[in-house]
């Protein structure tokens, strides 16, 4: 799936979310879990309130002083899993 800057993601409150030390778990609705750590935990925590791809990478890009395109590289393929596993919700039209 293409995520644009301008899609909105949001998680989906079907799912489930526990911080059990560095790592946070994650049930989708399949109760399926994912667990994520580092800057997949920064990317869970900046979408507790819906987000544009754009918006998540600038964030990304600036807490760890990174490139925005290699951001946007290196995190499209997690944030596509996301989506397909169903814990975020993607929408191309809500800005």
Known sequence: MHLADTTTLARNPATVSARIEETVVLLDEQ????ELEGVGITVWEAL?????????VRLLAEEYDADPATVRHDVAPF?????RR???QADPDRV
């Open 31 to 34: 109760r399926e879990h994912l």
């Open 79 to 83: 944030l596509g899993e996301l989506v």
């Open 86 to 88: 169903g814990v975020v």
């Open 48 to 56: 507790a309130a819906p987000t544009t791809v754009g918006a998540l």
